[in-house]
């Protein structure tokens, strides 16, 4: 699937899984609620497969970070723990992306690999560790973080373990 049509799953999927969460509160609803909720999941998941399928670290932070701002874009303005991590979570990725636009040129590259010192805990698997590995290492440690909160669907734990 083309990069544009992963994006527009996961805004389906985004949406879909919000308007569930929402559904399971107003009385009358809750069954259509979870409809759209597992729907949602399902989209999301099949999403981020795919976007893993490319192995293009651009296309699958691209996706990542589309999910993370529909999130954002729905989150209640009162859940300020939650509007605070998916800003940092989004900054995080738009600096990543800066990140990669190096990577493709090698001469900027080594420019970035003198800069960085070459004690293991600055670096990944030998690489630097730029803006890239971090963000990709802050959404890992968000995505834990939020597995182990207590009552979380079983259904949404098999979506942020992917």
């Given at each position: 699937?083309?990069?544009?049509?992963?994006?527009?799953?996961?805004?389906?999927?985004?949406?879909?899984?919000?308007?569930?969460?929402?559904?399971f509160a107003i009385r009358g609803k809750a069954e259509e609620g979870?409809?759209?909720?597992?729907?949602?999941?399902s989209v999301a998941l099949?999403?981020?497969?795919?976007a893993q399928s490319t192995i293009d670290p651009?296309?699958?932070?691209?996706?990542?970070?589309?999910?993370?701002?529909?999130?954002?874009?729905?989150?209640?303005?009162?859940d300020k723990d939650s509007l605070s991590s998916l800003k940092k979570a989004i900054q995080?990725?738009?600096?990543?992306?800066?990140?990669?636009?190096?990577?493709?040129?090698?001469?900027?590259?080594?420019?970035?690999?003198?800069s960085h010192p070459h004690d293991k805990k600055y670096r990944v698997s030998g690489f630097p560790k730029d803006?890239?590995?971090?963000?990709?290492?802050?959404h890992k440690t968000r995505l834990q973080n939020?597995?182990?909160s207590p009552g979380i669907d079983p259904i949404e734990k098999n979506l942020l373990k992917q």
């Open positions: 699937m083309d990069t544009t049509g992963l994006v527009s799953k996961v805004y389906s999927a985004a949406f879909a899984i919000d308007f569930g969460r929402k559904g979870r409809i759209s909720y597992e729907t949602g999941i099949s999403a981020f497969r795919d651009q296309v699958i932070i691209l996706i990542e970070y589309t999910f993370l701002s529909q999130e954002l874009q729905f989150c209640d303005e009162t995080s990725f738009d600096d990543a992306f800066l990140v990669l636009k190096i990577v493709d040129d090698k001469s900027l590259y080594q420019s970035v690999e003198n803006s890239f590995h971090i963000a990709c290492g802050g939020i597995l182990r």
